[in-house]
C-alpha cells in the first residue's frame, strides 16, 4: 500500500503537486492519469524519496522510503529507462542493484528472463533501444521481488507484443497481491490496464474512483438507433417526449433511455430497427471530458502546416499567415 497525504511540492513560483491526499492499494493496478505537466512524475520521485515534498507525506506500507532497509524489496519503480549507467552491461547494471539491496546473484538471471533480455545480457546498455531499456528498467523494477511497483510509462517505446507482455506482467503482478501504480499517457492501453484511476490536473486531485465509474461519471452513455423508417421513428419517439440527436449520418442518438425501452417502442409501433446499439464513451473521452479545464498546454487545432510559430513572450509576432493563423487558439494556463 501506498498513502499519500497532503502531499505538496513547489518549484518556485510553480505548484507542481498541490494538497495530494490518496492511497493505492494492494491487489489491483491504479493507473496514474494527468495531462502533461499535471504532477505525476514529481509525485512518484516523492513517493521514491527522490524529492522532498515541500509538505505532506508519502508512507510505504506504513514507512517512509527513506526509513525502509534495502527499499528495493519494499518497492520497486521504473522512473526513467535511461537513468542507467550506460557503459555497463544489462547484467551488471542489475548486479550493481542487487548487491546494494542484498539480494542473490541468481535473481538477476531470474529477472533478465523474465523480461526477455537474457540473450543480451552481456551486452552494453547504452546500445540499447528504447524497448530494451525500457524492459531492462522492468527488470531492476522486479529484481527485489518486492510488494510495491511502481511504473512510469512503462509501455513508452514498446512494440505490441512487448505491449502486450507489460500489460499481463501488471495484471498478474496485481493478481498476486501486489500494489501496482502506473501511468500512461496511452488512454486505450490504461483502459485494458487499470481497475482504478487517480486522475490529476495542474497538480490536483481530479478523481480516486474505479475505471468503470470514471468513464460512466464523466461520458456521455446513449442508445445509437438506425432504421429504414427515420421520419416515423422519429414522430413516434417525439411523441412520446423522447430527446433524439440526429446525427449527419443518417443515426439517431437518444440520452437516457435503455435499448429494450427504445426496442419496445418501435416494435409497438411496428418500426423496423437496423440498430440499436448502447454507447459508452471511452476512457480517452472521459479523461478529456474532466482534465480540459487542467490542461496547461493546449495545441492548436487549425493551423495550415508551415504556417509561422507564435511568438515567444516578449517577441514581435511575424508577419500573419494566410488563413487561421498558428497560436491563435494557442495557450499556457
Ligand atoms: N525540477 C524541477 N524544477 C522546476 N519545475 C519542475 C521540476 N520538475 C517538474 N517541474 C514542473 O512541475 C510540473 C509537473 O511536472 P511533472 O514532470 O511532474 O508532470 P507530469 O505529469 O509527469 O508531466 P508529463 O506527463 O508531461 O511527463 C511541470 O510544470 C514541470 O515543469
Known amino acids: 500500500m501506498i498513502e499519500v497525504e497532503g502531499l505538496t511540492k513547489r518549484y518556485g513560483e510553480k505548484m507542481a503537486v498541490n494538497q495530494l491526499t490518496f492511497a493505492v492499494r494492494p491487489g489491483i493496478v491504479t493507473g496514474f492519469l494527468g495531462p ?84 543480451v545480457a552481456k551486452k552494453k546498455a547504452k546500445g540499447f533501444s528504447l524497448g530494451m531499456g525500457q524492459r531492462l528498467g522492468i527488470a531492476g523494477a522486479l529484481l527485489g521481488d518486492p510488494r510495491i511497483l511502481m511504473f512510469d510509462e512503462p509501455v513508452n517505446g514498446l512494440d505490441p507484443e512487448g505491449i502486450h507482455w507489460i500489460r499481463n506482467l501488471m495484471k498478474s503482478l496485481a493478481a498476486q497481491g501486489r500494489t501496482v501504480f502506473v501511468s500512461s499517457h496511452l488512454m486505450s492501453e490504461m ?29 456521455r452513455s446513449y442508445v445509437r438507433i438506425r432504421s429504414p423508417q427515420r421520419e416515423l421513428l422519429l414522430d413516434v419517439l417525439h411523441r412520446d417526449g423522447i430527446v433524439v440527436v440526429e446525427t449527419g449520418v443518417g443515426t439517431l442518438e437518444v440520452d437516457g433511455y435503455r435499448p429494450e425501452d427504445i426496442g419496445e417502442l418501435a416494435a409497438r409501433n411496428g418500426i423496423t430497427l437496423h440498430e440499436l446499439s448502447p454507447q459508452q464513451a471511452s476512457l480517452e473521452e472521459a479523461f478529456m471530458q474532466l482534465t480540459a479545464e487542467s490542461v496547461e498546454y493546449h495545441a492548436h487545432t487549425g493551423a495550415p502546416l508551415g504556417a509561422p510559430p507564435p511568438p515567444l513572450p516578449g517577441e514581435q509576432p511575424g508577419p500573419p499567415a494566410p488563413g487561421p493563423r498558428w497560436g491563435n487558439d494557442w495557450k499556457k494556463g
Open 36 to 119: 502533461n505537466g499535471a504532477g505525476k512524475s514529481t509525485t512518484m520521485r516523492m513517493m521514491l524519496g527522490l524529492d522532498r515534498p515541500t509538505a505532506g507525506d508519502v508512507r510505504i506500507d506504513g514507512e517512509h522510503y527513506d526509513r525502509l532497509k534495502d527499499p528495493l524489496t519494499y518497492i520497486g519503480a521504473l522512473l526513467d529507462a535511461k537513468a542507467m549507467h550506460g557503459g555497463r552491461s544489462a547484467f551488471n547494471h542489475l548486479l550493481c542493484l542487487a548487491q546494494s539491496n542484498g539480494i542473490p546473484r541468481g535473481r538477476v538471471h531470474e529477472v533478465l528472463d523474465t523480461v526477455g533480455l537474457t540473450a
Open 191 to 219: 483502459a485494458l490496464t487499470a481497475d482504478h484511476l487517480v486522475v490529476i490536473g495542474q497538480g490536483r486531485l481530479l478523481a480516486d474512483t474505479s475505471m468503470a465509474d470514471f468513464i460512466r461519471e464523466n461520458s
